[in-house]
């Protein structure tokens, strides 16, 4: 068999056991996984207690994760409390709004009319029995929706707060067993594969997620300090929406920017859209050179290989492809490597 056929046929092995894995064997450990990560992270100043106060670390472990609660916490209570405050701002403001919307479609319809010699209020007209119609389908589903996603969110809820309760126990035991975990390893006959995969790929794929993060927050820091300084009343709920969307790869900034623009410019409002299109451009380049530089000078993928791969795991796990999909791709080619270095 020729080595093109050799190289093909591995490729495919490959892929397909990273599949099966992330498909039916990852959901079985990503507790222990997260648990893992976290105590790495908080392992540091673990030891720094455990050194320095002569703290049993399991003790430090408990206190260090507490202390890291309590922190987020108060932060999200503060955070969230402005949040709210903002969208129940919001909120009261909506008929506003939508008044505006009428009125700005009114205005779009009536030179459409004029253009192509049609009844004056005709579009207008259809407009209003498509948005009735398909308001009262939404009140009629509506109840019959949540009836019947009630019960499985109360699931939902029960199992989120088991999952949060294996995490911290497994990052605790995580640290109080590191030196029984480590010396397993150091023994296995898997040893190389193990650490291929919880070595460098954890590392690799931390690196990737962090980097993500690191754009998102940068992202929306941006965007509230921009829509602040534009004078938007709901600087924080706006900017930090627009950061959650630009980590979207099909949504991004645009998806807010583009209309509210245009918006803008319906309204002969033309600094404050020049404003957000300056804004929008700062984003852009900034997640292009962060994502070209960070990504691949840490991880080695390129931008166009994060979309392919984003979008592959979308289509093939759903919402959370979105991140496995990277991990997947930067854990195939590091297999890869591997194999042919062997």
């Not at 039916?24 to 105590?39: E, I, K, N, Q, T």
């Not at 202390?67 to 909120?91: D, I, N, R, T, W």
């Amino acid at each position: 068999m020729g080595s093109k056929w050799k190289r093909t046929i591995r490729l495919i092995v490959i892929v397909g056991s990273v599949y099966l894995s992330i498909r039916y064997l990852l959901p079985l450990f990503v507790p222990f996984l997260v648990a893992g990560v976290l105590a790495k992270s908080i392992y540091p100043a673990v030891r720094f207690l455990h050194k320095h106060m002569r703290l049993p670390q399991t003790a430090g472990a408990v206190l260090v994760l507490v202390l890291s609660g309590g922190v987020l916490v108060v932060a999200g209570y503060f955070l969230g409390g402005k949040l709210v405050v903002q969208a129940e701002h919001f909120a009261a403001r909506v008929p506003d709004y939508l008044e505006q919307m009428r009125n700005l479609i009114c205005c779009g319809c009536s030179s459409i009319e004029t253009a192509l010699q049609l009844r004056s209020g005709c579009m207008m007209e259809q407009l209003i029995t498509i948005g009735e119609n398909s308001w009262r389908r939404m009140q009629e589903s509506a109840g019959s929706y949540v009836t019947a996603h009630l019960i499985p969110m109360a699931s939902w809820c029960v199992q989120a707060g088991a999952f949060l309760l294996i995490v911290v126990l497994a990052a605790v035991y995580w640290i109080k067993e590191r030196e029984t975990i480590a010396r397993y390893q150091r023994l296995s006959m898997y040893r190389q594969e193990i650490a291929l995969v919880l070595g460098h790929c954890t590392r690799v794929g931390g690196a990737y997620l962090r980097v993500e993060l690191l754009i998102m927050c940068i992202t929306a820091a941006l965007c509230v300090l921009g829509l602040a300084l534009l004078g938007n009343e709901y600087a924080l709920l706006a900017g930090l929406s627009i950061g959650v969307l630009d980590a979207l790869p099909f949504l991004g900034t645009g998806t807010v920017f583009f209309p509210w623009i245009l918006i803008d410019l319906v309204q002969k409002r033309f600094l404050h859209g020049a404003g957000l299109a300056v804004l929008y451009l700062v984003c852009y380049l900034v997640r292009e050179i962060m994502e070209s530089r960070l990504l691949g000078e840490r991880i080695g993928i390129t931008a166009l290989e994060t979309m392919i791969s984003m979008y592959v795991g979308w289509q093939l796990f759903g919402l959370w492809g979105l991140f496995l999909g990277p991990v997947a791709w930067i854990l195939i080619k590091e297999i890869d490597k591997y194999e042919n270095e062997g």
